[in-house]
């Protein structure tokens, strides 16, 4: 099954669900990147299946934040810092080909997501100890403490959400998902401008308008009557980062950034998308069409 995104309908094929009398739960894939999303469908009421999307998703992200600390904490200088997140790499792509395998079912669910919340919660640990010891000069690496804190929120929030989930209760808030994600987003922004080489003056003042644009959606994002503006600069985001994607996989973008890390922020762009249709198809409202 295959729906085309717009005007509050989604594009994806489904991956798993379940139906019944009391449940109504689809896991959809979108394949449009490197790497796959996987997502609940906006129909989705059903709190494990909801749950065992938010698992696969983000195993597979914090199993990649994962990775890129541990390329930017150096072997030579850190290697206890460095083995760590090595360590946690493995545990998290361990956890998302657990999760990519199980049914949507209570019990496999359930033991799933207290194991990666486990995990979860000793990954961000990990993060904000590498914070406090860069803060305080007694190890110094390459990664931006701003990037640290960016992903360890990341971490918190699935966590969060993944007990709301395990409680049967699922709670889609516009105003808590914008105020999250496009916090998120104005990050992702300055992160590429700060990749970019320093000739990519065009793509780097794209990035810094991306920024600015998600820092005044955050302070400010009424609805136009029941129009909710938002989704389509989200749209322009997931198509700049896509852009972004081919570009540097095709060297065409001089960069640090590697296909990985853009394809990465992508997918959470996609993701942002789905949650906030989500909340609005729950509150009746309209996503803005192009």
């Known amino acids: 099954m295959e729906m085309e995104h717009g005007m509050g309908m989604e594009r994806g094929k489904t991956f798993r669900e379940t139906m019944g009398p009391e449940r109504i739960g689809r896991i959809i894939v979108r394949e449009e990147g490197r790497k796959p999303a996987y997502l609940a469908s906006m129909d989705t009421t059903d709190p494990y299946t909801l749950a065992l999307a938010n698992a696969i998703f983000w195993t597979d992200q914090l199993a990649e934040h994962s990775k890129f600390m541990e390329m930017l904490l150096p072997i030579e200088d850190l290697p206890a810092q460095h ?3 090595v360590k946690f790499r493995g545990v998290f792509e361990m956890l998302h080909e657990r999760a990519m395998n199980i049914e949507i079912e209570e019990g496999a669910v359930r033991e799933l997501s207290n194991e990666a919340i ?6 961000v640990k990990f993060k904000r100890d590498l914070i406090d010891q860069q803060a ?3 190890i110094h690496s390459l990664l931006w403490p701003t990037f640290l804190d960016h992903i360890a929120r990341e971490g918190e929030r699935f966590v969060k959400q993944q007990k709301m989930f395990m409680d049967g209760k699922y709670e889609f808030d516009r105003e808590e998902i914008i105020d ?4 998120i987003m104005w990050e992702h922004a300055a992160f590429i401008a700060h990749l970019l080489d320093p000739e990519e003056v065009d793509l780097i003042n794209q990035a810094l308008d991306e920024n600015v644009k998600f820092k005044q959606i955050q302070k400010e994002h009424p609805l136009e ?3 909710d503006p938002v989704p389509l600069d989200v749209d322009h985001t997931i198509d700049f980062k896509m852009a972004a994607v081919k570009g540097i996989e095709a060297a065409e973008i001089k960069s640090i950034i590697t296909p990985e890390l853009a394809d990465h922020v992508r997918r ?3 993701f942002f998308s789905n949650e906030l249709r989500m909340a ?3 509150a009746n409202i309209t996503p803005k069409a192009a």
């Open 180 to 183: 999250f994600w496009s916090k």
């Open 136 to 138: 305080t000069g007694k």
């Open 268 to 270: 959470e762009a996609v």
């Open 225 to 227: 009557a029941q129009t």
């Open 118 to 123: 486990s995990q979860t919660e000793l990954l």
């Open 83 to 85: 083995e760590q997140a």
């Open 280 to 282: 609005d198809m729950i």
